[in-house]
């Protein structure tokens, strides 16, 4: 066994996944860290403030581990970093497992639903991972660490200044880590930015009466009928709640909006494949063979601005 964990490859290959993962899991947050979160504040394990702080921090930390891994710099660093943010998440997914959130976790974002048991699975991969990077000693393989060590930095402006000549290994390997981080965010960022929401039908669905007359009749007025599955217990839900208000103000007589309690309505939840509350589902036209056109269908933490922006576009389509 001792053997098996001084292979350089092996560490290698556990050391780029785990970059992998931390980067992936990043992205998705950092492309809408509102609703990051909104999703930590949901679970109500710490005070709002706290929240606050540790929804807007964690993805970045994820994105300079992810980074740092990935070029093979500040390794044990980073795993030692990482140690404590995956202790977070296994706490927050057994509370979640205890107080029986049904929302995703969260960790991937809207890339990747996963279930909290999941979750946790990965997140003791992730900690074991970390310990073997943190212990492991010598050398990294496959890094842009030498290449630093070796670099020859004579200018007028470090030989005057004894402190940066003396850390310019140091200096370089955190301004590599800080560039990949930017370059990714930006990227990332970028593509949120100027992602679309669907212009076109994305499935056709059934619907169990007495709710399928309810929507023929708003169809049949020309209006979209925008669907909301909650829990009353529901943390998410009742964050989405003035939300989905302030919504049926702004489009009274354009659009029917219709709330359905997600176990009071078995038959809906699986025509529309609910799976988590709240879950926000919007239908637009009828079939000739009794179906319905579902424009939008989304589970998790809403956003008013994307929302609207559906509606009006569910609104042009009619």
Not at 73 to 92: K, Q
Not at 252 to 280: C, E, I, K, R
């Amino acid at each position: 066994m001792k053997t098996i964990f001084q292979n350089r490859w092996l560490i290698c290959s556990l050391r780029l996944l785990l970059g992998v993962i931390f980067i992936f899991a990043s992205i998705a947050k950092i492309q809408d860290i509102a609703k990051f979160v909104n999703i930590v504040v949901s679970y109500e394990f710490i005070p709002n403030n706290l929240a606050h702080l540790y929804g807007n921090i964690a993805p970045w930390v994820e994105l300079f581990i992810g980074c740092a891994l990935i070029l093979g710099i500040f390794v044990r660093f980073s795993a030692a970093l990482l140690i404590p943010l995956v202790l977070s998440f296994i706490v927050a997914n057994s509370y979640a497992l205890i107080k029986a959130v049904r929302v995703s976790c969260g960790c991937f974002g809207t890339f990747l639903s996963i279930s909290h048991p999941l979750s946790l699975i990965i997140d003791v991969f992730m900690l074991f991972t970390a310990f073997i990077l943190l212990f492991k000693k010598g050398k990294v393989f496959f890094s842009v660490a030498p290449l630093i060590d070796r670099l020859k930095y004579n200018s007028p402006l470090t030989n005057r200044i004894p402190i940066i000549k003396n850390n310019l290994p140091l200096i370089t390997g955190v301004s590599c880590v800080i560039f990949s981080m930017g370059l990714v965010a930006v990227i990332s960022i970028g593509i949120h930015n100027i992602s679309k929401p669907p212009e076109k039908i994305t499935e056709t669905v059934n619907l169990p009466s007495p709710l399928s007359n309810e929507v023929d009749n708003a169809l049949l007025q020309h209006e979209p009928v925008f669907l909301e599955f909650y829990i009353d217990d529901c943390p998410l839900c009742q964050a989405a709640a003035p939300v989905i208000s302030d919504l049926e103000q702004e489009f009274t007589g354009q659009v029917v909006f219709v709330s359905l309690d997600y176990y009071s309505n078995p038959d809906a939840v699986s025509d529309l494949n609910v799976t988590a509350t709240p879950t926000v589902v919007v239908i637009t036209d009828k079939t000739s063979k009794a179906q319905y056109d579902v424009m939008y269908n989304f589970a998790g933490p809403v956003d008013q601005t994307s929302l609207q922006a559906i509606l009006e576009q569910a609104i042009k389509s009619e």
